[in-house]
């Protein structure tokens, strides 16, 4: 991924809500990466506290509580935000502005998703509100294409991410046209990095998925293989053609589907329970108490989640131990 | 749960797999459990390091390491554990006869689950396998009757139940048979405390999800109320029909469906993606960033497990914040 970005205009932030993992993230850094995506104030504070200066958390901070927090980061790295509220928008403003401080904003516009950010055709009336807003700088805009990354077919996702980007880079025409200066243009995830990776005007391009993988993006983005599985033992084998694993809904998620086993003739994954998987096992697969056979999640993202390191094998052997140490930071 | 075990036979031996938390564990112990279930040993490690004393771990567990680590929790409690194959049970009684010490084991027998343990008509044989080893007592048996606990109608829930609770009797007559004592058995879940905690020759009964409860479980057992909830934030409210809340898939789990929104009329929760909640907003449903809305989850004991630590709320203020110390030990 670094690689694809080292001539493009726009740059590489990686979304650390992947791995949640600050040593994966420095890595990305180092590879060139010019700042770090962080879903949640909690991910933020984490990777902040593990060193990193550049960050963008990708979704609004809301309530005082919140934004007490996102104050405090502010002091220790350089943190932008996404709004999408005038009254939230307010609320940071008066904040900062009583602690002497000023918050870097991104104006969150909704491309197609259906999720937060305000309507494309309100993204300069709203730069227009907050432009005013002592405590609060204005860096540029936000779109997230959710709504193509998973497109099967490339030239399908192609036309619908370009279609959001075109309505994104209106907006950065719009809110320049008023004066507003739109330095950042972020947008985009490993479905369309090398879409929206390569559109003009386009910065900065939040992927994160790339960095572990998983089965179900695999077939999506032939371009980068599955770096994660998980290792897990058969703790019974009651009958020829069943095992019994001990990883479960609480070590591996499904709501993509089932986990797949990796590299094993005719061993299959029935079922995950809450604490076991059930194996079916064909003609001549042996396994027996003990035996371990790895998974290949099929969501990496909530999946890393639900652990709290990571061995990181090179050539069969743990080369090192990384703490998921933003795991469970969901707000 | 604990009035309903006073005056049985059957006691309650709550599993801890559903909190994971320790000190709603000690609160089941002083309500009158007699010990507790957990599912796997690193949970068990946990529940002991916090000083209960009386676990049964109500899988198997293979391996030297792991038995290894199962030699040195038997050191600091009574620890009972599952076995359903003669070779792990061996090495059990290897490595404990080497170690000077004594393991308690319940014969695992599969009641109709499908899952881990023998078939009742093997259950017999395999006692004698185990009953000559070295470094091992047979405490007796235990059987999961995991395919009755969510049957809707209470009747025929009573019949599959009752017939599963059969098999293992059999079992531990035919075991009795031989001369070998059989002192515990052990089976039952929240769906079915009523009819296993009543059936004659049940010493101890698993339930777990009973102190939680969820959604889902509440539509089969109504004896329980939900005890559990997640307080999520509005952080957008992009048109007038959608907000977006900041609880997604990794605050609560949708293996059984989508949470529930609690006691807010015409507020419905239409999608969970992996960082946020969409909820639809019916005519005159009013909310704005920085509202909370609570969910009821539809899988308490997966949703737990995401979770660093539970806010104790009586009367609408907290009373106390404990630990979910064995999230995520799911080997």
Redesign the interface.
């Given at each position: 991924m670094a690689d694809f970005f080292r001539d493009k205009e726009a740059k590489l932030r990686p979304h650390t809500?992947t791995h949640k993992c600050p040593e994966i993230a420095h890595r990305q850094l180092r590879a060139g990466a010019k700042g770090i995506t962080c879903?949640?104030l909690g991910e933020a504070e984490v990777m902040a506290g593990n060193g990193i200066r550049d960050i963008l958390i990708a979704?609004?901070?809301?309530?005082r509580m919140?934004i007490e927090r996102l104050l405090k980061l502010e002091a220790i790295c350089d943190v932008t935000v996404a709004i999408?509220?005038a009254?939230?928008a307010q609320m940071i403003s008066e904040m900062a502005s009583a602690d002497g401080r000023r918050v870097d904003v991104v104006l969150?516009v909704?491309v197609g998703m259906?999720?937060?950010?305000?309507?494309p055709s309100e993204a300069l009336s709203f730069a227009r509100k907050v432009r005013g807003m002592g405590g609060l700088a204005i860096k540029g805009i936000m779109g997230y294409e959710g709504h193509a990354v998973m497109i099967r077919d490339f030239e399908e996702r192609r036309g619908e991410c370009t279609r959001a980007l075109k309505l994104l880079l209106d907006a950065k025409s719009a809110i320049e046209g008023e004066g507003i200066r739109v330095e950042v243009v972020s947008a985009g995830g490993t479905g369309t990095y090398n879409i929206t990776g390569s559109y003009p005007g386009v910065t900065e391009v939040q992927a994160g998925s790339y960095a572990t993988m998983d089965a179900r993006y695999k077939g999506i983005v032939p371009d980068f293989d599955c770096a994660i599985g998980i290792l897990?033992?058969?703790?019974?084998?009651?009958m020829p053609e069943?095992a019994?694993v001990?990883?479960?809904?609480?070590?591996a998620?499904?709501?993509f589907g089932l986990p797949i086993v990796k590299g094993m003739a005719g061993v299959e994954l029935m079922k995950l329970?809450?604490?076991?998987g059930?194996i079916k096992l064909g003609e001549g697969a042996k396994l027996?108490?003990?035996d371990k056979i790895e998974l290949t999640p099929t969501?990496g993202?909530?999946t890393m989640?639900?652990?709290?390191r990571v061995y990181a094998i090179r050539d069969g052997r743990v080369e090192s131990v990384w703490e998921i140490a933003a795991?469970?930071k969901?707000?």
């Amino acid at each position: 991924m670094a690689d694809f970005f080292r001539d493009k205009e726009a740059k590489l932030r990686p979304h650390t809500k992947t791995h949640k993992c600050p040593e994966i993230a420095h890595r990305q850094l180092r590879a060139g990466a010019k700042g770090i995506t962080c879903a949640k104030l909690g991910e933020a504070e984490v990777m902040a506290g593990n060193g990193i200066r550049d960050i963008l958390i990708a979704n609004e901070v809301v309530g005082r509580m919140k934004i007490e927090r996102l104050l405090k980061l502010e002091a220790i790295c350089d943190v932008t935000v996404a709004i999408d509220d005038a009254s939230n928008a307010q609320m940071i403003s008066e904040m900062a502005s009583a602690d002497g401080r000023r918050v870097d904003v991104v104006l969150e516009v909704d491309v197609g998703m259906g999720r937060c950010g305000v309507r494309p055709s309100e993204a300069l009336s709203f730069a227009r509100k907050v432009r005013g807003m002592g405590g609060l700088a204005i860096k540029g805009i936000m779109g997230y294409e959710g709504h193509a990354v998973m497109i099967r077919d490339f030239e399908e996702r192609r036309g619908e991410c370009t279609r959001a980007l075109k309505l994104l880079l209106d907006a950065k025409s719009a809110i320049e046209g008023e004066g507003i200066r739109v330095e950042v243009v972020s947008a985009g995830g490993t479905g369309t990095y090398n879409i929206t990776g390569s559109y003009p005007g386009v910065t900065e391009v939040q992927a994160g998925s790339y960095a572990t993988m998983d089965a179900r993006y695999k077939g999506i983005v032939p371009d980068f293989d599955c770096a994660i599985g998980i290792l897990t033992s058969v703790i019974s084998r009651p009958m020829p053609e069943r095992a019994v694993v001990d990883a479960g809904m609480k070590s591996a998620t499904m709501e993509f589907g089932l986990p797949i086993v990796k590299g094993m003739a005719g061993v299959e994954l029935m079922k995950l329970n809450e604490e076991h998987g059930i194996i079916k096992l064909g003609e001549g697969a042996k396994l027996s108490p003990g035996d371990k056979i790895e998974l290949t999640p099929t969501h990496g993202c909530t999946t890393m989640n639900l652990h709290d390191r990571v061995y990181a094998i090179r050539d069969g052997r743990v080369e090192s131990v990384w703490e998921i140490a933003a795991r469970g930071k969901s707000t």
